[in-house]
């Protein structure tokens, strides 16, 4: 059965209408629908000299053959480079109407074209990004944000929120929910049994023994060590400043705070990194960049992150979406 990928357009005022334009020919067979603006990928086919053959639909249903769709919806004439309340308004029901059609199993996965979380919440979304909004209408209250290439794999304990946040939101209950959802998630999803998993300190040096802050003694070193009791393979807590030289050791790191895990990883890998929730009852990834709003209308938007995303969502789905209508 052909798999059917669902793809978010994002802000259709950035680089994403480009993205897909650039990629739509370098991605796996499958059936994509594309929940987005017609005129927004209009103007992309213009500025790129390409044309996806689409075809319009309403629902996933009604895609059966091997190909692109689109679902045109909240199709204003944007400007590109040139976000507002309104492209803030078209991403969220771009992602709105994907996200429910998941749920509903008429998609195998989604992809995630980026947002701008600025613009969003002017809209009135009230998340801080992809991530919570589809945990929370998924009801999942255990889920994790992974970025991964070949190089790195590497899990968030906190994610998006100010870093003077950071350490009210590293508890010891928390990172053995972490923990161990990555051990399921690894075997599942990647078909690591038994994963290597390092966990990072929160402090420099990893709180030096309690000199340099005391989350290390008092909640991450214990919360690790009742991990280790239970057989599973953690390693740490590890100093961040040196723990990504020995990555050729560990499956997955888990970093607690957003840049301690990213930037490493972007600097290995910022082309070829994807971006997937973790804990969702449904595939979802996404390219590790934003929306490029400076770029955007340039012809400038490398699409290798997002083929990227793409194969990965591919190869992770499961085939159990409702079967399509009738060509006969």
Do not use: W
């Not at 629902?59 to 004439?77: C, Q, R, S, T, V």
């Not at 968030?156 to 870093?163: D, E, N, V």
């Not at 802050?213 to 961040?240: F, H, R, T, W």
């Amino acid at each position: 059965m052909v798999k059917k990928i669902g793809i978010t357009l994002g802000d259709p005022s950035g680089i994403s209408p480009e993205i897909l334009v650039k990629s739509y020919d370098k991605l796996p067979k499958a059936i994509y629908i594309v929940y987005g603006s017609k005129k927004a990928i209009e103007k992309a086919e213009k500025l790129v000299g390409k044309k996806i053959p689409f075809k319009e639909i309403l629902f996933p249903l009604e895609a059966y053959d091997e190909g692109f769709y689109l679902i045109n919806m909240h199709d204003k004439d944007y400007q590109l480079g040139k976000p507002s309340e309104e492209t803030g308004k078209a991403s969220i029901a771009y992602l709105a109407a994907a996200t429910n059609d998941i749920l509903k199993h008429q998609l195998n996965a989604i992809v995630t074209l980026p947002i701008s979380k600025e613009y969003t919440m002017k809209a009135g979304f009230k998340f801080a990004g992809h991530t919570d909004y589809l945990a929370y209408k998924s009801k999942v209250f255990d889920y994790i944000m992974m970025l991964a290439c070949d190089e790195l794999k590497v899990a968030l304990m906190t994610t998006h929120i100010p870093i003077k946040e950071v350490p009210s939101k590293i508890t010891y209950t928390g990172i053995r929910l972490k923990v161990k959802l990555l051990v399921k998630e690894m075997e599942s999803k990647f078909g690591i049994k038994n994963p290597k998993i390092a966990v990072l300190g929160l402090n420099p040096h990893a709180g030096d023994g309690g000199n340099i802050g005391n989350e290390e003694v008092e909640i991450i070193q214990p919360a690790v060590d009742s991990l280790k009791k239970e057989g599973i393979n953690v390693y740490g807590v590890l100093s961040a400043d040196t723990a990504f030289n020995r990555r050729k050791e560990f499956d997955v790191y888990l970093a607690m705070y957003h840049d301690q895990g990213l930037i490493p990883l972007k600097l290995l890998c910022f082309k070829k990194a994807v971006n997937i929730t973790l804990g969702l009852p449904f595939v979802r990834t996404s390219p590790d960049h934003g929306t490029g709003f400076d770029i955007a209308g340039k012809n400038l938007a490398d699409p290798s992150s997002f083929i990227e995303a793409v194969k990965l969502a591919h190869r992770l789905a499961k085939e159990d979406v409702q079967l399509p209508f009738s060509n006969n």
